[in-house]
């Protein structure tokens, strides 16, 4: 070898590839990239399902740890990758950004740059996503309000954060303002219902691109009937003023879950789940858990469908524990 290099990273692995890709697009550096296995030819690298067969020597050190006395001395399996990519080529994992509030909290803390919209930069020029990524940057997003999993006003709240000048028009059955309002409050540009004709969809996405808000013409006239109404009845105001993860929780209330079903749903303890239905029941000038449920479901029959929106399905093990 008689060339000279400036750099040498030993290691292939995440971290190497990225550091020996970093040090290159200096063109007055020389770098070289060391690495014990070959190159990531192995079709199964590629295949989603593929880490499964990835325990051959060729692709992986094959490591063990020491004896484990909890586990009566047996030795665990330790995947180690032996390929171009090290160990993320053999081995399954789910990517995240992570959430914005942890970064901005580091550069509230004294480190200069490593707020989220310093770090943002750099997430996206490490990632291929042509979703969202820059040079494939929407200016509109339709969104079925009522997603299989998950919580859509967190979602449209994410969206907005990480692209502010994206505007999100919402597509819903359910022509409640109440929910039209908390959509618009999370940063929806527009509600509609998806019954609709094509061509208001299209009308709807032509106002909100400039700017504007729209409304389903059912969704506007709730709200004009509001306006005119003299005094909404204690119940109406109580709901209105529950938060996005009362009413959530609210829902599935109406919908018969228990305290411990909805914890399981959003993640949470269930004494959290009980601390907001005391916070619920206060609002809604209720004073006793089965009145809660009672009115909860009343609600729910009267608004929703058996599977409401912000409410992933059920379980047929939840169903079958009942309330």
């Excluded at 050190?61 to 001395?73: A, H, I």
């Excluded at 299209?202 to 504007?212: D, I, P, S, Y």
């Excluded at 209720?286 to 409401?308: C, D, I, M, N």
Aim: with cysteine; net charge neutral; charged share 25%.
């Amino acid at each position: 070898m008689t060339e000279r290099h400036t750099h040498i990273v030993v290691g292939a692995g995440a971290a190497g590839c990225a550091v020996a890709a970093r040090l290159s697009e200096d063109p007055d550096k020389r770098v070289l990239l060391l690495e014990a296995g070959g190159r990531d030819w192995n079709p199964l690298i590629h295949m989603p399902a593929g880490f499964t067969k990835l325990t051959g020597p060729s692709v992986n050190w094959g490591f063990e740890t020491v004896p484990q006395p909890e586990l009566n001395d047996r030795r665990m399996h330790y995947p180690q990758g032996r390929t171009l990519g090290g160990s993320t080529s053999i081995n399954a994992m789910i990517y995240i950004r992570g959430n914005r509030l942890d970064y901005d909290e580091w550069r509230d803390l004294g480190n200069d740059g490593w707020g989220y919209d310093g770090v943002l930069p750099y997430f996206r020029k490490s990632e291929n996503n042509e979703r969202l990524a820059d040079d494939y940057q929407p200016d509109l997003m339709i969104l079925d309000f009522r997603l299989k999993a998950g919580d859509a006003l967190d979602f449209i709240k994410t969206l907005r954060v990480e692209n502010p000048g994206l505007k999100v028009l919402v597509l819903s059955q359910y022509d409640e303002l109440l929910f039209a309002e908390r959509a618009l409050r999370a940063g929806a540009s527009g509600y509609i219902m998806k019954e609709n004709a094509t061509d208001e969809i299209l009308r709807a996405a032509r106002k909100v691109l400039t700017g504007e808000l729209y409304f389903s013409e059912r969704v506007a006239a709730a709200v004009v009937q509001r306006t005119l109404r003299e005094k909404p009845t204690s119940s109406r105001q109580g709901i209105e003023r529950l938060s996005d993860r009362e009413m959530q929780v609210f829902q599935l209330l109406g919908a018969a879950y228990s305290a411990r079903e909805i914890a399981e749903q959003f993640h949470l303890s269930r004494k959290t789940v009980e601390t907001h239905c005391e916070k619920i029941k206060h609002k809604l000038s209720l004073y006793t858990a089965a009145e809660l449920k009672r009115f909860a479901r009343q609600w729910a029959s009267e608004h929703l469908e058996p599977a409401g929106p912000w409410v992933a399905p059920r379980s047929q093990n939840s169903q079958s524990n009942g309330s």
